[in-house]
Structure formats: structure tokens, C-alpha cells
């Protein structure tokens, strides 16, 4: 545990380097560093002697064990009961027993720390998802594709994110949810993909309670760019085709063309080398709007009957921006698009705007009663 925390505590900071060096913080590096692997130390130093304790013991006991035997086997030759012969073969026996001892002393060590990674790794394994698959019990109003009935939400006990919160959406349509940072649209998000569930009440998709959807079914009706999109090492194909399954044994020309039909060649023009263009770990080496545009590729490209972006113009110069707003526009007429954002140009087409603030959400109407909402909001605060 102590090696694990070191190290993590060294790829924390070197994954936020910038961040250190932009603040002149080396000295809380080398602070919190010293901590963790003076913590190290000794706890190595105490584990080192808790392991290696039996091997002296072993190392011990084999030279008792053959100082006695040598002692009595020479007692019995000169009794003429032994041979020279005889005890060679018995000291020969006894090294033989401690050694395979000696040994299992030397693994005992390493035995010990495969142990405990092994505790962290299966607790981890046996985890078990808690959001359930219920049983289907009867149908809901399908006159909207998501619906949220008297939803009410709650990260910790006593602190209500949500509160009560019905609303209704529309196939076709783009909606828009606004409101102050901290205001719960992200929260919204997650739970019409049901990231999460909610406290009380619950979620309608496509007629039916989200939660009787398998996994399957309902990740293939929901696309969601993150605020934060995560990539994966390597190559810009590889994170186009995580979650499209439907693509994955085509080739780089069929894909190519795929893209082009659905009109993301555009940004695919973007990086060099097109679907070889190498991704490092988590996106290291190219930008955070380039992450957002490879995010946006990977789920436009499945044609959801849901796409939620949560954020997802925030790092993209105008120009790229007014581009995906047109690949929108490409999808089918049946998808609902929910456009979570905090600069209002990036609503201004929507059909119907969502104010969310303090655990409610409600009907801003038009654009400027949303910007009065806002700047109302500003100012109570």
C-alpha cells in the first residue's frame, strides 16, 4: 500500500507538471514527494525485517542441525557403529532438508507483496455494479422520448442536487440547459444516462423506465461527450471505434467513408495522419479541443437517438464550432440533442431552453429569458 500511494503521489504530479512549474511550486513537489517516500522507507525498512526474519532462522537451524548430527555420527564411528561414509551421506541429507527451507524464507517476501496487491486488485474485481436491471412492469407515456417523473438526486445524504424535477423531451428536438456552475446541469446529464440513478422518483426513455434497459440496449440509444472526453493510447482510429463495435473489422478506407457520409471529414482533416495519427496516454501531446473533437467523432458516428454534450464547444475556436453544429444537423430527425453550455451563442438554436439552479429545472422560454435568469442569478449571488 505504502508503494502504491508513492506512486501515485509521483504521477499525480508528473501528469500536472505545468501546473507546477506555471506556479513555481517545485518546493510543494519535493514537500509532499519527501513525505510519501520518507512514509515508504519505513514502512519498507519494517517490512524488510518482518520478511526476512526466517532466513537466519533457517540459516540457524541448518547449522545446529548439522553440528548435532556431525557430533553424534562421530560418537558412533568411534563406537564402530557408523562409517565416515555413512555421516557424509547424513550431513549430505540435512543440508538438503534446510535448503528448500532457505528458499521458501527468500520467496516468503515476495509471496507477501503479491499478497496484498492481490487483496486491492480482487476487492476492486468483485465490485459490483449498483445499478440494477429491474423488471419491466408496464409501459410509460411514449409521446416523449426522456421524461424525468418527480426525480429528485443526491451525491451525499442530506444534500439534494436535484429536488422534485419533472420535465419532458421531445424527439427531434434541441434542448438546451443553462444555468450558474454548480447548478446541477452536469448531474442532469448523467442521469438521463443513467450514470446514475436517481434518489427518488425516476427516468423515462423511449416509454419505459430507463432502468429496465440492459446495458446494451440503453448505451446504444445514449451518446454523451463528456466535459472531460478521455482517450485511450493508441491510434486516432482506435478511440473513433471505442463503443462503435459496428465498425470495427472495416477498413480504414471504408471508414474513411463512413466518416464522409457523415460529414465529419472535416475534422478528421484536423490531425496528421489522419485515422494513424498517434494518441499517447490520456491525449498527452494534442489539445483539449482536439480530445473534444475525437469525442465528438466517436459519438456522432453511432447516430444516437440521444446525444448529450456537456460542454463540449468550451475548448473549439467559433469557426470548428459552427462546423459541428452543422454535423448536427445531419442526424436523423429523431434525435433529441441536449446542448449543455455556458455560452449562450451556443444555444441560441435551440427549441427550448432548461434553467437549472439550486435542484430545479425549468422552462427558460426564449433566449433573453434565459440571459435574465443568468444575470438575475449573478446578481442574488
Known amino acids: 500500500k505504502s508503494t502504491g500511494n508513492l506512486s501515485a503521489e509521483i504521477q499525480e504530479s508528473i501528469n500536472n507538471f505545468k501546473v507546477i512549474v506555471a506556479f513555481n511550486r517545485r518546493d510543494y513537489f519535493r514537500k509532499r514527494f519527501d513525505e510519501v517516500n520518507t512514509a515508504n522507507y519505513q514502512t519498507a525498512v519494517k517490512a524488510g525485517i518482518a520478511n526476512n526474519i526466517f ?31 555413512l555421516l557424509i551421506s547424513f550431513l549430505a541429507y ?32 468483485s465490485m459490483e455494479s449498483n445499478l440494477k436491471v429491474i423488471p419491466l412492469t408496464e409501459n410509460e407515456d411514449s409521446c416523449c422520448l426522456l421524461g424525468f417523473r418527480n426525480v429528485s438526486f443526491s451525491y451525499t445524504t442530506g444534500n439534494e442536487v436535484l429536488k422534485n424535477v419533472s ?15 454548480g447548478g446541477g446541469k452536469t448531474t442532469t446529464a448523467s442521469l438521463m444516462a443513467r450514470l446514475y440513478d436517481p434518489t427518488e422518483g425516476k427516468i423515462i426513455l423511449n416509454g419505459v423506465d430507463i432502468r429496465t434497459m440492459d446495458v446494451a440496449t440503453r448505451t446504444n440509444k445514449i451518446g454523451f461527450i463528456l466535459q472531460e472526453p478521455f482517450l485511450f493510447t493508441g491510434t486516432l482510429r482506435d478511440n473513433i471505434l471505442y463503443g462503435n463495435a459496428q465498425y470495427k473489422d472495416i477498413s480504414d478506407e471504408e471508414l474513411t467513408k463512413v466518416i464522409i457520409e457523415a460529414g465529419l471529414d472535416g475534422l478528421l482533416e484536423r490531425f496528421d495522419g489522419g485515422l494513424k495519427a498517434e494518441i499517447k496516454s490520456v491525449g498527452d501531446g494534442i489539445s483539449l479541443g482536439q480530445k473534444q ?26 469557426i470548428t464550432e459552427q462546423l459541428l453544429d452543422e454535423i448536427l444537423k445531419k442526424l436523423p430527425k429523431s434525435t433529441i440533442r441536449i446542448i449543455i453550455a455556458h455560452r449562450l451563442n451556443t444555444i441560441e438554436n435551440a ?18 429569458e434565459a440571459v435574465g435568469l443568468l444575470m438575475n442569478n449573478k446578481r442574488e449571488s
Open 55 to 85: 532466513t537466519p532462522v533457517y540459516g540457524f537451524s541448518s547449522s545446529i542441525g548439522q553440528m548435532i548430527v556431525l557430533a553424534f555420527g562421530i560418537y558412533l564411528i568411534s563406537t564402530g557403529q557408523f562409517t565416515v561414509g
Open 94 to 125: 540435512i543440508a538438503s532438508f534446510y535448503n528448500p527451507l532457505r528458499q521458501i524464507a527468500a520467496l516468503w517476501a515476495n509471496f507477501q507483496v503479491a499478497l496484498a496487491g492481490w487483496d486491492r486488485i480482487s476487492e476492486i474485481l
Open 167 to 181: 420535465f419532458s423531451l421531445e424527439r427531434g428536438k434541441t434542448y438546451a440547459f443553462v444555468g450558474p456552475t
Open 293 to 318: 473533437l475525437i469525442a465528438f467523432i466517436r459519438a456522432v458516428l453511432r447516430k444516437p437517438e440521444l446525444l448529450i454534450l456537456d460542454e463540449a464547444t468550451a475548448n473549439i475556436d467559433t
Open 351 to 368: 427549441d427550448e431552453i432548461f434553467f437549472v439552479n439550486a435542484g430545479t429545472v425549468t422552462k427558460a422560454g426564449s433566449m433573453d
